[in-house]
């Protein structure tokens, strides 16, 4: 029972060794959080499409449940800009179908992806996420990123722009372009540009002026809140929303309300996919974050028990008027730099933005959505990354194909069938080259007993013998291309009497693969060629020992590739006749 319960409440454990010290320590890191995420959760609830109290409360009850269930001491979870604009893009059409309000099914959405994640995790199915390789991901990153940015140039600019694609976005934009209301402009670019200065001057400014660097790391981290005061301020002091500057006006003083996702199976298989794809982008997004950040500190997270942290958080977000939510990436680093030593440390944040959502939300009242839309805009394409398409050119056709693939249909068709097709494509890709694996022909270095492709290295070979190395685990989908490959290399040769197949690299033969493997020693066995296996691996050997194919085999199975070399050259006194 206390090994269940610190594997699956891991606050169980770092909890009996919390001191003052770490008290101190978490309870600063978890001011300058609350501090950014003020701003930042408001911003990101209106990317979802929903009213900005609803940041507040997707950062409050998730990041407590998390903190109980998860295993990283700095990642800080609540909405993140991608998992936004994924709920803005499932609901966008959902909702008026399924006769639900956009509210209720953001609940619903972040109650099945809770349950998604809650599954994986006691299933321990976190590899699924291993589908999603890192071009794929960073792909759709970066098209998500300029999306993002795209969608809130409306409110940069304060005209009316729908869509959530970039063609979509571009074009009612460009639509649009004679409504622009130049005062909302002016503190939208002014915004923008200050925010992208604090993030990368303000820093190296004050510690050029002889400000310590502990004081510049607080007041870089804290730039965005003076811009949310500043513009604010503005906008209250010469009355500029009777100018036609949107503003946030009236948040809600409350603690998160309970709620109760609406129970509808029309809608539940509508957002099934989609909350399926926000619970694995949000684990690959939350999972390499904390992974990243457990390394510097030589900590350990467990993948599956991640998911359940995260699930138990999207479940609480559900039932307290959130939606979707992650842990992301500015956050947590930010978390980690200002010294959070456990979770604790996200639970003191969520107190703090609770006191916000009760005490604060008056003074919000005058900012302006331009400030919030500059806010993510400055977010999100800091995620930007083209250079993942250069990379990947230069060191994989296919993974560069995939990326190409994910980003362009991502930035056309939308989020959802970009991840799906970045998936598909990665999944296939993968297919298609395990289904042709690298088989190479090796020969014997003179004077060692190592054998390398004879392509590569000088090598010396017997014309009667045919060293084959498999550097592929063998099953279903490549196992006819070994048979083609050992038929055509043989068939034309009249001098070969044995064909040894190197098994170093094979981890696995499935039953299809053993077929092949029976078919391949009875076609050789016609032509008067043996069949000899070197350097099988212990689990396979033990497979192989359950079927006939061991007894059936015209050759024998050898320790070492030397050894079967040796093995069948001593079987000829002379050299082959030509």
Same mark, same amino acid.
């Not at 409110?155 to 571009?170: C, F, K, P, R, S």
């Not at 020992?545 to 006194?573: C, I, M, P, R």
């Given at each position: 029972?206390?090994? *269940?319960?610190?594997?699956?409440?891991p606050i169980? *454990?770092?909890?009996?060794n919390?001191?003052?010290?770490?008290?101190?320590?978490?309870?600063?890191?978890?001011?300058?959080? *609350?501090?950014?995420?003020i701003?930042q959760s408001?911003?990101?609830a209106?990317?979802?499409?929903?009213?900005?109290?609803?940041?507040l409360?997707?950062?409050i009850a998730?990041?407590?449940l998390?903190a109980?269930f998860?295993?990283s001491?700095?990642l800080?979870?609540g909405?993140?800009?991608v998992?936004?604009?994924?709920?803005a893009a499932?609901?966008g059409?959902i909702?008026?179908?399924a006769g639900v309000?956009?509210a209720a099914a953001?609940?619903?959405?972040?109650?099945?992806?809770?349950?998604?994640?809650?599954?994986?995790g006691l299933?321990?199915?976190g590899?699924?996420?291993?589908?999603?390789?890192h071009?794929?991901?960073a792909?759709?990153?970066?098209?998500?990123?300029?999306?993002?940015?795209?969608?809130?140039?409306?409110h940069?600019?304060?005209i009316?722009a729908?869509g959530?694609n970039m063609l979509d976005?571009l *074009?009612?934009?460009?639509?649009?372009?004679h409504?622009i209301?130049?005062i909302?402009?002016t503190?939208?670019?002014?915004?923008?540009?200050?925010?992208?200065?604090v993030?990368k001057g303000?820093? +190296?400014?004050?510690r050029?002026?002889g400000v310590?660097?502990?004081?510049?790391d607080?007041?870089?981290?804290?730039?965005?809140?003076?811009?949310?005061v500043?513009t604010?301020?503005?906008v209250?002091?010469?009355d500029?929303s009777t100018?036609?500057?949107?503003i946030?006006?009236?948040?809600?003083?409350?603690?998160?309300p309970?709620t109760l996702?609406p129970?509808?199976?029309?809608?539940?298989a509508?957002?099934?996919?989609?909350?399926?794809?926000?619970?694995?982008?949000?684990f690959?997004?939350s999972i390499?974050?904390?992974?990243?950040?457990?390394?510097?500190?030589?900590q350990?997270?467990?993948?599956?028990?991640?998911?359940i942290?995260?699930?138990?958080?999207?479940?609480?977000?559900?039932?307290?008027?959130?939606?979707p939510?992650?842990?992301?990436f500015?956050?947590?680093?930010?978390?980690f730099?200002?010294g959070?030593?456990?979770?604790?440390a996200?639970?003191?944040t969520a107190v703090?933005?609770?006191?916000?959502?009760?005490?604060l939300t008056?003074?919000v009242?005058?900012?302006?959505k331009?400030?919030?839309?500059?806010t993510?805009?400055?977010?999100?394409l800091?995620?930007?990354d083209f250079?993942?398409?250069k990379?990947s050119w230069?060191?994989?056709?296919s993974?560069?194909?995939?990326?190409?693939?994910?980003?362009?249909?991502?930035?056309?068709?939308?989020?959802?069938?970009?991840?799906?097709?970045?998936?598909g494509?990665?999944?296939?890709?993968?297919?298609?080259k395990s289904?042709?694996p690298?088989?190479?022909e090796?020969?014997?270095?003179?004077?060692?007993?190592?054998?390398?492709?004879?392509?590569r290295?000088s090598?010396?070979t017997? +014309?009667?013998?045919?060293?084959?190395?498999?550097?592929?685990?063998l099953?279903?989908a490549?196992a006819?291309?070994?048979?083609?490959?050992?038929q055509?290399?043989?068939a034309?040769?009249p001098?070969v009497?044995?064909?040894i197949?190197?098994c170093?690299a094979?981890?696995?033969i499935?039953l299809?693969?053993?077929?092949?493997l029976?078919?391949i020693n009875?076609?050789?066995?016609e032509?008067n060629?043996?069949?000899h296996?070197?350097e099988?691996?212990?689990p396979?050997m033990?497979?192989?020992?359950k079927?006939?194919f061991?007894?059936?085999l015209t050759?024998?199975?050898?320790?070492t590739q030397?050894?079967a070399a040796?093995?069948?050259a001593?079987?000829?006194?002379e050299?082959?006749?030509?």
């Amino acid at each position: 029972m206390t090994d *269940t319960l610190l594997r699956y409440v891991p606050i169980a *454990t770092w909890g009996r060794n919390y001191t003052r010290a770490t008290f101190a320590s978490d309870m600063m890191a978890a001011v300058i959080v *609350t501090i950014m995420l003020i701003p930042q959760s408001l911003a990101y609830a209106l990317l979802a499409g929903l009213p900005p109290e609803a940041g507040l409360y997707a950062s409050i009850a998730p990041i407590i449940l998390y903190a109980i269930f998860g295993t990283s001491r700095a990642l800080a979870v609540g909405p993140v800009a991608v998992v936004s604009l994924m709920t803005a893009a499932a609901l966008g059409d959902i909702t008026q179908q399924a006769g639900v309000g956009y509210a209720a099914a953001a609940l619903m959405l972040a109650g099945l992806s809770g349950v998604i994640l809650l599954a994986m995790g006691l299933f321990r199915l976190g590899f699924i996420a291993n589908f999603l390789s890192h071009p794929v991901i960073a792909g759709f990153i970066t098209a998500s990123g300029l999306i993002i940015a795209t969608s809130q140039l409306k409110h940069i600019l304060g005209i009316e722009a729908q869509g959530h694609n970039m063609l979509d976005l571009l *074009t009612s934009l460009t639509s649009n372009l004679h409504q622009i209301n130049w005062i909302t402009a002016t503190i939208g670019v002014a915004a923008t540009a200050c925010l992208f200065w604090v993030r990368k001057g303000l820093k +190296p400014t004050l510690r050029r002026v002889g400000v310590g660097p502990t004081a510049a790391d607080i007041a870089a981290k804290a730039g965005p809140v003076f811009v949310v005061v500043l513009t604010t301020l503005l906008v209250w002091r010469f009355d500029l929303s009777t100018h036609g500057v949107k503003i946030v006006g009236s948040v809600p003083q409350s603690l998160p309300p309970l709620t109760l996702p609406p129970v509808s199976s029309e809608l539940v298989a509508q957002l099934l996919l989609p909350a399926f794809l926000i619970s694995i982008i949000g684990f690959v997004e939350s999972i390499s974050v904390a992974q990243t950040l457990a390394a510097k500190k030589r900590q350990r997270i467990d993948p599956d028990q991640e998911l359940i942290g995260l699930g138990a958080a999207n479940v609480a977000a559900s039932l307290t008027g959130g939606f979707p939510v992650t842990g992301g990436f500015s956050r947590s680093v930010v978390n980690f730099d200002a010294g959070a030593q456990t979770p604790a440390a996200g639970a003191y944040t969520a107190v703090g933005l609770a006191i916000a959502a009760v005490g604060l939300t008056p003074l919000v009242f005058f900012l302006p959505k331009a400030t919030l839309a500059a806010t993510i805009i400055v977010a999100v394409l800091s995620l930007v990354d083209f250079g993942i398409l250069k990379r990947s050119w230069q060191y994989s056709k296919s993974d560069f194909a995939a990326v190409l693939a994910t980003i362009f249909l991502t930035l056309t068709l939308g989020v959802e069938a970009g991840v799906s097709a970045g998936v598909g494509l990665s999944i296939l890709l993968h297919l298609y080259k395990s289904s042709r694996p690298h088989i190479a022909e090796v020969g014997l270095i003179k004077g060692t007993e190592h054998f390398r492709n004879i392509l590569r290295h000088s090598v010396t070979t017997d +014309p009667r013998v045919v060293s084959l190395r498999v550097d592929e685990s063998l099953y279903f989908a490549n196992a006819r291309f070994l048979e083609d490959c050992i038929q055509n290399r043989v068939a034309g040769d009249p001098h070969v009497r044995h064909v040894i197949l190197q098994c170093t690299a094979i981890n696995e033969i499935d039953l299809s693969a053993l077929e092949s493997l029976e078919a391949i020693n009875e076609r050789l066995h016609e032509m008067n060629v043996k069949l000899h296996l070197s350097e099988v691996k212990g689990p396979v050997m033990d497979k192989l020992e359950k079927s006939h194919f061991l007894a059936e085999l015209t050759g024998q199975v050898f320790l070492t590739q030397y050894e079967a070399a040796q093995a069948t050259a001593a079987n000829y006194s002379e050299p082959p006749k030509q």
